[in-house]
């Protein structure tokens, strides 16, 4: 009860915390209904959240990031992501601007990382609209926080509008909010990047191959006797997931460029950046199979045009 006072007495003059009484009422009714498992589920996945997007944190917790993404893909319950997303969407709505900026920063990691049922999610209406509330309540707001929101939302919104676009028909939300806030005149960035694409080059020789240029950092060889864990993507989920690794870890790095670092001591010890390197060799393996297979058969799912989902 303590958490519904608390939202009751937030400002009245933002529209997103008026939806959080209602949010925390379904929420608590749901948790109610649940048998014991799912309750220790979903309690392990709000604590992660609530860390991720922690009124504390100064920048991304990629750790906690990377957990709750885990924890998602995890999810087999249709209902349970529904009340994982809305947990989500909480944040997004809170009062804090600390929390709103965290919270999408864990936003885009869901997106890029997470499969197709937890997109759908993210481009449902509702949570469409929250985006939406966010950058017309921070826009004409005071202070360097507020001014990154809104540089946020317009990125997020406009880049799953135009990435999402050939998918229109599975996740109609994401291009459906771009183009109507673009109609309303909203002055996003100059045009999205979706030139980027991973560059497939010949598997390293070395047995112990690292990441290139960084020593401290082998990766044991590839053995052909284990199973790849990706070889039961199909085509196009393949190089999705790829794309998304790889900008993580392009976003990683140049989160280390920025500060400037003379030599590679930390990178080296981030076990997220080499666990996610070990992702990539192995997604490349599986990627020349896959083009070399759909080459054999005439190349129809390498065609962008034939991509449907």
């Not at 459906?176 to 497939?200: I, N, W």
């Not at 196009?236 to 003379?262: G, I, P, Q, R």
């Not at 997220?272 to 390197?277: A, E, R, V």
């Amino acid at each position: 009860m303590t958490e519904l006072r608390r939202f009751l007495s937030a400002p009245k003059s933002q529209k997103l915390t008026l939806t959080l009484p209602m949010d925390y009422i379904q929420k608590k009714s749901y948790y109610a209904m649940c048998p014991p498992e799912t309750k220790a589920v979903m309690d392990a996945l709000e604590k992660l959240i609530d860390d991720a997007t922690s009124d504390y944190t100064t920048a991304e917790s990629w750790p906690t990031i990377i957990a709750v993404v885990d924890k998602l893909n995890a999810l087999t319950d249709k209902e349970v992501r529904h009340e994982a997303i809305r947990m989500v969407r909480m944040r997004l709505a809170h009062f804090s601007p600390t929390v709103v900026l965290s919270a999408l920063h864990l936003t885009e990691a869901i997106v890029k990382n997470c499969g197709k049922a937890i997109r759908a999610r993210i481009a449902h209406p509702k949570f469409m609209n929250t985006m939406d509330l966010l950058y017309k309540e921070h826009r004409g707001k005071v202070g360097h926080t507020h001014l990154l929101i809104v540089e946020r939302v317009l990125e997020l919104v406009q880049g799953w509008g135009e990435a999402f676009l050939p998918y229109r028909r599975d996740f109609p939300g994401f291009s459906d909010t771009y183009h109507r806030m673009c109609k309303e005149g909203v002055p996003f960035p100059t045009q999205y990047d979706a030139s980027r694409a991973p560059v497939l080059s010949p598997p390293r020789n070395s047995a112990h191959a690292g990441i290139p240029g960084i020593p401290g950092t082998e990766i044991p060889a590839l053995s052909s006797s284990e199973p790849n864990p990706f070889q039961d993507l199909s085509p196009e989920d393949t190089f999705h997931v790829a794309n998304n690794v790889l900008e993580m870890v392009e976003d990683m790095l140049a989160e280390s460029a920025k500060s400037n670092y003379t030599d590679y001591t930390d990178i080296r010890g981030n076990d997220i950046l080499i666990d996610l390197h070990g992702q990539l060799r192995q997604l490349q393996a599986h990627l020349l199979v896959v083009i070399e297979r759909e080459t054999s058969q005439g190349g129809k799912c390498l065609r962008p045009k034939s991509i449907n989902r």
